[in-house]
């Protein structure tokens, strides 16, 4: 079975700021990650995966993730937010060997304040 | 590809009514999910579809739950005397094809209160 723990249920910033949004996880087997990211009256949408490869991988709005296999951690970063990144972020888990079956972290709410 | 569509987006209903939802998958994608997401919760998932086939249920689907997808298209979700513990969003997912690695893509969700 897998488990994932985002640390942070809400995190405030300010518009410019930088932000990272910290995600753990739990797994015997080996797993794919993402981040999806649901904005405000919309469904969830995928802002970014590692599947194999580098471990850093890039979103096209600028985010960022490091999947870190000792620390089992899969961290989101962005440098500098906008107000348009208000949204909930939700990391998920996958494992390797199975179907598309995502387990889910709780969110975290990010609210970028001008 | 017009996205993956759920009807209705909001349905209040009274404690022990049926309740039935419907989700439209984009349309060359034979896997569809169901998840449901509680308040203040990640999406948890429910169920899944290989075309008309039901391959997996969790233990969360009681057996008031029952899904289907009659011709590999649209599914239905039917939650028979329901409970206010039914209360959430109830979230519709479909990839063009099997494998850990493919993008999910979701809907907007049935929100559900039992009243």
């Known amino acids: 079975a897998q488990s994932v723990t985002q640390l942070d249920s809400q995190v405030p910033v300010f518009e410019e700021a930088p932000v990272e949004l910290r995600c753990n996880y739990s797994?015997?087997?080996?797993?794919?990650l993402f981040w999806y990211v649901q904005y405000p009256n919309q469904g969830l949408q995928l802002l970014l995966k590692?599947?194999?490869?580098?471990?850093l991988v890039e979103s096209i709005n600028g985010f960022e993730a490091e999947f870190n296999k000792s620390q089992t951690s899969f961290h989101l970063r962005k440098p500098s937010v906008h107000i348009s990144d208000t949204a909930e972020y939700f990391c998920a888990v996958n494992p390797q060997a199975a179907g598309n079956k995502l387990t889910f972290g709780g969110g975290t709410r990010v609210l970028v304040k001008p | 590809d017009t996205g993956v569509s759920q009807d209705p987006r909001h349905k209040i209903t009274k404690r022990g009514q049926n309740v039935t939802f419907r989700c439209d998958p984009i349309s060359e994608h034979n896997r569809l999910y169901w998840y449901r997401q509680t308040l203040g919760q990640g999406p948890e998932f429910l169920t899944y579809?290989?075309?008309?086939?039901?391959?997996?249920k969790s233990r969360l689907l009681s057996d008031r739950f029952s899904a289907e997808r009659p011709k590999g298209s649209f599914s239905t979700l039917e939650i028979q005397r329901t409970e206010q513990g039914d209360s959430a969003m109830y979230l519709c997912?479909?990839?063009?094809?099997?494998?850990?690695?493919?993008?999910?893509?979701f809907g907007q969700g049935t929100r559900l209160t039992v009243v």
């Open positions: 797994s015997s087997v080996s797993v794919y």
């Open positions: 997912a479909s990839s063009r094809r099997a494998g850990s690695n493919t993008e999910a893509f």
């Open positions: 579809f290989q075309n008309e086939a039901q391959l997996e």
């Open positions: 590692y599947l194999s490869g580098s471990t």
